[in-house]
């Protein structure tokens, strides 16, 4: 299975931004969907964002479309979440996900849809 590590959790105001990264160990990089859950204090993991093997199929939760945006480079075998505009309900561990496969984005919403899994990383937004 691919190793994912992720990185680039915190803590920011508000209306801020921040980036997460989460790169793969594997080689063939290129033939894994990537998604991001996360996982609240006292709740269950979540969807947040999915993008398929080539980048060309992105899906999002309806609660951070227009504010969240996944990408990849599958040359730097790395996945990324961009996220604006973060409000303290985003608080939480973020994790990347991986999955071979050639689906669209919207396949891979749910977290049985992952065969591999990082240790996530900590957002923390403030009000």
């Known amino acids: 299975q691919v190793q994912l590590v992720e990185s680039g959790g915190g803590l920011v105001q508000a209306g801020g931004s921040l980036r997460l990264s989460c790169a793969a160990s594997?080689?063939?990089?290129?033939?894994?969907?990537m998604g991001w859950f996360r996982q609240a204090p006292g709740k269950e993991r979540e969807f947040v964002a999915a993008i398929n093997w080539s980048g060309g199929s992105t899906y999002y939760a309806d609660s951070v479309k227009g504010r969240f945006t996944i990408s990849r480079d599958n040359a730097k075998n790395t996945v990324y979440l961009q996220m604006n505009s973060l409000k303290p309900e985003d608080t939480a561990v973020y994790y990347c996900?991986?999955?071979?496969?050639?689906?669209?984005?919207?396949?891979?919403?749910?977290?049985?849809?992952?065969?591999?899994w990082g240790k996530g990383t900590l957002v923390t937004v403030s009000s």
């Open positions: 996900g991986g999955s071979v496969g050639y689906y669209s984005a919207t396949y891979y919403s749910t977290e049985g849809s992952m065969g591999s």
């Open positions: 594997e080689r063939t990089f290129s033939s894994y969907a």
